[in-house]
């Protein structure tokens, strides 16, 4: 009898030996490193010796230009911003396809151009409403789910942060009380225009190209070093358009001093 309960005394320790050598590895499993996902408005640390490229679209969810837009992005690897307008994200495919830009940071980054982006183009009207406006920054803010507080003022080219403001609507009650509140409002430097009424690009690949070049050897930027890109999703609609956007950043891709990244990487805006 001793000797069986001796041996069902080792059998016990080895068996618990065993559950806490599981219990070991599981709590080793459990404190893995595991990767953290960026989160919008974490700082970057600039190279003075590189040129900073910030892609900014307007107007989205404007299929099929949106998703055109987004999978060149995506297929040649850079950043990009959209700039979202409430009243285009109308049925399911749209409110999918801004989740996805608003999910898909930090390549993607998901901002706002108000509500009914300016009462729909009426911008006097607007902007001589501040208080409608403003509220309608809010209502596209909470609808989108829109995670910073970035701004670009439809119809106009204004900046503003931390109390520093310039542009076109400088002195409007608006843009103070959005700077107050500590929303950033962002203009742009180079406009990738729209042909007339064509939803087509007014420049040619080679312009865009050479006008940016300008701008950063004469200086003529916002911030040094840094060159904020205006277009709209609608202008890519058609393949051939498409392609030329695909080109243009494939021509800037070939410089190494170019970088693309987020808008909420802009100097003044990133914390």
């Not at 830009?101 to 706002?112: G, K």
């Not at 003529?220 to 695909?246: C, G, P, W």
Request: proline share 6%; aromatic share 10%.
């Amino acid at each position: 009898m001793k000797k069986i309960y001796l041996l069902s005394t080792a059998i016990i320790g080895l068996l618990i030996a065993c559950n806490n050598k599981s219990g070991n590895k599981s709590t080793t499993d459990s404190t893995k490193t595991v990767a953290v996902k960026p989160t919008p408005m974490s700082p970057i640390k600039y190279d003075s010796s590189k040129r900073y490229i910030f892609l900014t679209w307007d107007d989205s969810p404007q299929p099929p230009g949106t998703t055109n837009c987004r999978l060149v992005f995506k297929q040649e690897g850079v950043k990009a911003t959209f700039f979202a307008v409430g009243f285009n994200q109308v049925g399911p495919f749209k409110k999918r396809l801004i989740d996805s830009i608003r999910n898909e940071y930090p390549q993607f980054l998901l901002a706002n151009h108000s509500f009914s982006h300016g009462f729909n183009d009426k911008y006097a009207k607007f902007y001589a409403m501040p208080d409608s406006a403003y509220g309608d920054f809010m209502r596209n803010e909470k609808e989108l789910q829109i995670p910073v507080k970035i701004i670009r003022l439809p119809g106009n080219n204004t900046w503003a942060s931390n109390g520093k403001i310039h542009g076109q609507k400088a002195d409007n009650p608006l843009i103070k009380r959005l700077d107050s509140e500590g929303y950033k409002i962002v203009g742009w430097d180079l406009e990738w225009g729209q042909n007339g009424k064509k939803k087509e690009p007014r420049e040619s690949v080679d312009q865009l190209i050479k006008m940016l070049n300008q701008k950063f050897d004469d200086g003529m930027t916002n911030e040094q070093n840094m060159i904020v890109i205006l277009s709209h999703d609608r202008l890519f609609e058609k393949k051939q358009y498409a392609d030329s956007l695909a080109r243009f950043i494939q021509v800037l891709k070939q410089d190494p001093r170019n970088v693309f990244e987020t808008i909420d990487h802009y100097p003044g805006i990133q914390k």
